[in-house]
Each structure stands twice: as structure tokens, then as C-alpha cells.
């Protein structure tokens, strides 16, 4: 397998997701600063031209990082991050679709139309006057995502799993590019300060690419 990594959240997610399995891959960079990702010889791989993608032994090529992890924890089941069981699986799956359509994309989008805008509107379509609404939307999500968690000390009760990963980089992504968050939710800020102890945290910042 080879995987094709990059200096995006999407491919650390995925690295963190990899270094929380103790898995190592051969991994080559894809320079989205420099459009390589749009170049046709990463498009003939790829279609999407987005980051990660992982190639098979058979050739194929695996695109979006949600179905990459999906594919790779099929291969090394633990430690699970998403589930040992059906049910746990669910859960899961739940919390990270909580998480990817009411808040990441929002921070995503709101990125493309303000922070990257400059970035972004020669590649996509980009809605510039929508920007701030998007970054209302997280604000508002985050809160209610809070209120859900309760008592627990990850996303999915007692299990760490790849719905709190994805949170994690993408608001330490947020931070990063000036979409800062409320760090007075009583549950979501100490549980960043969880996630952010973790070793594969800080390691899953640099590229696996040689």
C-alpha cells in the first residue's frame, strides 16, 4: 500500500488515526500548495484530486479519509477505533457524523471562503459573503455538541475513537487559521486538553511522507 499524505486536516486525521494503531505505511507527499493535487497524474489516481488517498496492492486507489480509516481498521482491528462490536461501531459512526456535517465542514467551508480565500477561488467555487455564517454555525454546534457529552471523558463515552480524532484536528485547525473556539464549554475544552495529551496528538503534525 502506499499512501498519499499531505499538509491538510483531512491527511492528519488520518495519520493520527495511524499512529493511535501503531500502524506505519509507505506514504508520499502530494504538495497541495503547489496543486499537485490537481495535477492529471494525481487526477488519474484520484478524480476528487483531494488528500489523502491510499493505494492498494492492486492497484486501486481509496479516496476520502473516513473510508480509508473504515478500510484499514477492517485490516487491523485493534486497538478499535471504531468498534469491537456492531453497536460500537454505530456509535461511532453517529458521534463522527455529528461532528463532520454540523461542525468540520462548517470550519472547512469557512476556511475555502475567508482565511483561504485567496487559496481557493482559482481551484472551487467560493461563497465569501457566506463566510461568517458558517463560523456562527460552529459556534452553535460546538455548544450543542457539549451539552450531549455529559460526564464522559470522549465523545463515545469511555472509548476513545476516531469521532473524537476528527474533532480534535479540526479545531486545532480552526485555531490555527483564525476561527478560534470557545474555550469556556464546560465539556469540549477539557476534553481538547485530553485529546491534545495524547503522544499521537503532536506527532501526527509531521507528514509520514519521506
Same mark, same amino acid.
Given at each position: 500500500?502506499?499512501?498519499?499524505?499531505?499538509?491538510?486536516?483531512?491527511?492528519?486525521?488520518?495519520?493520527?488515526?495511524?499512529?493511535?494503531?501503531? =500502524?506505519?505505511?509507505?506514504?508520499?507527499? +502530494?504538495?497541495?500548495?503547489?496543486?499537485?493535487?490537481?495535477?492529471?497524474?494525481?487526477?488519474?489516481?484520484?478524480?476528487?484530486?483531494?488528500?489523502?488517498?491510499?493505494? =492498494?496492492?492492486?492497484?486501486? +486507489?481509496?479516496?476520502?479519509?473516513?473510508?480509508?480509516?473504515?478500510?484499514?481498521?477492517?485490516?487491523?482491528?485493534?486497538?478499535?477505533?471504531?468498534?469491537?462490536?456492531?453497536?460500537?461501531?454505530?456509535?461511532?459512526?453517529?458521534?463522527?457524523?455529528? +461532528?463532520?456535517?454540523?461542525?468540520?465542514?462548517?470550519?472547512?467551508?469557512?476556511?475555502?471562503?475567508?482565511?483561504?480565500?485567496?487559496?481557493?477561488?482559482?481551484?472551487?467555487?467560493?461563497?465569501?459573503?457566506?463566510?461568517?455564517?458558517?463560523?456562527?454555525?460552529?459556534?452553535?454546534? =460546538?455548544?450543542? =455538541?457539549?451539552?450531549?457529552?455529559?460526564?464522559?471523558?470522549?465523545?463515545?463515552?469511555?472509548?476513545?475513537?476516531?469521532?473524537?480524532?476528527?474533532?480534535?484536528?479540526?479545531?486545532?485547525?480552526?485555531?490555527? +487559521?483564525?476561527?478560534?473556539?470557545?474555550?469556556?464549554?464546560?465539556?469540549?475544552?477539557?476534553?481538547?486538553?485530553?485529546?491534545?495529551?495524547?503522544?499521537?496528538?503532536?506527532?501526527?503534525?509531521?507528514?509520514?511522507?519521506?
Amino acid at each position: 500500500m502506499l499512501l498519499y499524505d499531505a499538509h491538510s486536516p483531512a491527511p492528519r486525521c488520518l495519520r493520527m488515526f495511524l499512529l493511535e494503531k501503531d =500502524l506505519q505505511l509507505p506514504a508520499t507527499l +502530494v504538495d497541495v500548495f503547489a496543486g499537485d493535487n490537481r495535477a492529471p497524474a494525481y487526477l488519474a489516481r484520484n478524480p476528487a484530486g483531494q488528500t489523502p488517498a491510499l493505494q =492498494l496492492d492492486d492497484g486501486t +486507489v481509496l479516496a476520502e479519509a473516513v473510508a480509508i480509516a473504515e478500510y484499514l481498521e477492517e485490516l487491523h482491528p485493534e486497538p478499535a477505533l471504531i468498534g469491537r462490536t456492531a453497536a460500537e461501531r454505530a456509535f461511532t459512526r453517529q458521534w463522527w457524523r455529528r +461532528v463532520e456535517l454540523n461542525i468540520t465542514e462548517f470550519i472547512h467551508n469557512a476556511y475555502h471562503y475567508a482565511e483561504g480565500l485567496e487559496r481557493f477561488a482559482p481551484r472551487i467555487p467560493v461563497v465569501p459573503e457566506g463566510a461568517a455564517g458558517l463560523k456562527r454555525v460552529v459556534q452553535d454546534r =460546538l455548544k450543542w =455538541l457539549d451539552a450531549m457529552m455529559g460526564d464522559n471523558p470522549w465523545l463515545c463515552g469511555q472509548r476513545f475513537t476516531c469521532a473524537d480524532i476528527w474533532l480534535y484536528v479540526w479545531l486545532d485547525f480552526a485555531d490555527g +487559521v483564525g476561527q478560534p473556539w470557545d474555550r469556556s464549554l464546560p465539556r469540549i475544552a477539557p476534553w481538547f486538553e485530553r485529546v491534545a495529551a495524547r503522544p499521537s496528538a503532536a506527532a501526527s503534525k509531521a507528514l509520514m511522507a519521506g
